[in-house]
């Protein structure tokens, strides 16, 4: 089957439309209107349009073919626009203002039939280009989409062995996650952080706050897991966790993307990510006044994202029982948080974390009936 082309015919010539129709009357479907604005409504509804005949009747006519050009659907359609001869004065106005061929009065069936069928089959043929393109876009869209939630699930299963070899239950990774983002999207309510606190870097820290710890798995289960207190030589080597998470993650990246990682001016998604793993897993130990480490960086210094993951981690750390302690209550945490507030934790951060705690709370208690029932 032959598909119909759509064609619209904006004159109030009868005779002149009569015309029209009869030359292109095979596979044709034609809509005639007396005026430029009935038309524009008419198109303002999203019909599919072929060719567009149109009568130069007024400003109005150069305004609306303006319109049509600037409308993406209608951006390639072929406009043939139909002038008395002694409107050819303005033929240079026209093609700038965006009509595709002008076709003088009184049309001459050959002139108007070859006209037509070029623009038609042009038109046709852009309309197939455009489809492959979005096929093309769709198409790539699922393999990008396959390929992050494929990162996705090896960044948690990276994250929940680290958890395992402390013998942490499996929905820790997830927890951690809906702490962190509570936190992020309180802090995004403040004026002094919802200028880069955008959706695009909510969704990029949330996914890198699991790797703080990856560097653990380079520290001896016998030293992770033991009941006793550590050794100053034993804690010390578990200081440099967060180096070797580093280290770990600048690993995985060509040395010649990390040098552009570590230009300010990269803003790539990627590039971003990997930034924000890289400060969470070096710096998510340092402290407010200046006494963490491993570099002893001071308020601001430290970047935003460790400044949270700080928090997350130790209260997470508190409210777990661990093989050399058992569990803080909630409460007991909570508290902790708050008397640290100016010292060991960012304030603003810290008075993000009370504003949600309810939440937090909830998230918490969840996870404990999910912890308990794991173990049955």
């Known amino acids: 089957m032959i598909e119909q082309y759509e064609v619209i015919i904006v004159e109030h010539d009868l005779e002149l439309i009569q015309m029209i129709a009869h030359n292109l009357h095979d596979h044709t479907n034609i809509t005639n209107f007396k005026t430029s604005t009935e038309c524009m409504n008419h198109l303002k509804t999203g019909v599919k349009v072929d060719v567009l005949f149109l009568c130069a009747q007024n400003t109005l006519t150069m305004d609306f073919v303006e319109w049509i050009r600037n409308e993406n659907r209608y951006l390639h359609l072929p406009i043939l626009l139909m002038i008395n001869q002694d409107q050819v004065r303005d033929e240079a106005l026209y093609y700038a203002k965006g009509v595709s061929d002008i076709l003088i009065k009184p049309l001459r069936s050959a002139r108007l039939l070859a006209a037509f069928k070029h623009y038609a089959e042009h038109k046709r043929l852009q309309d197939f280009v455009m489809n ?96 006793d207190k550590l050794t100053v030589d034993e804690f010390t080597l578990v200081k440099t966790h967060t180096i070797l998470g580093y280290d770990s993650i600048r690993s995985a990246i060509e040395p010649s993307l990390f040098d552009r990682l570590m230009e300010s001016a990269m803003n790539s998604e990627s590039l971003e990510f990997f ?41 997470d750390a508190l409210t777990n029982k661990k093989v050399y302690k058992d569990a803080w209550s909630i409460e007991k945490a909570f508290m902790y948080i708050k008397d640290n507030s100016g010292t060991q934790f960012d304030p603003d951060v810290v008075h993000a974390f009370t504003q949600e705690f309810d939440a937090i709370r909830k998230v918490f208690e969840r996870n404990l009936k999910l912890s308990d029932s794991e173990a049955y």
């Open 132 to 227: 492959q393109e979005k096929w093309l876009e769709s198409s790539l869209s699922k393999r990008l989409y396959d390929m992050q939630l494929s990162l996705d699930l090896s960044l948690d299963i990276v994250s929940n062995l680290v958890a395992t070899r402390e013998e942490l239950t499996g929905q820790k990774v997830t927890k951690l996650k809906r702490y962190y983002e509570l936190i992020l999207r309180k802090l995004q309510l403040h004026p002094k952080y919802n200028r880069f606190i955008d959706e695009k870097y909510i969704i990029r820290t949330v996914k890198a706050c699991p790797l703080h710890d990856i560097g653990k798995l380079g520290i001896p289960e016998a030293i992770l897991l033991k009941k």
């Open 275 to 315: 930034r924000e793993a890289l400060n969470i897993a070096k710096y998510h130990h340092e402290r407010w006044d200046g006494n963490g480490y491993p570099e002893g960086l001071k308020g601001p210094q430290i970047p935003l994202s460790a400044r949270i993951m700080a928090i997350v981690d130790v209260f």
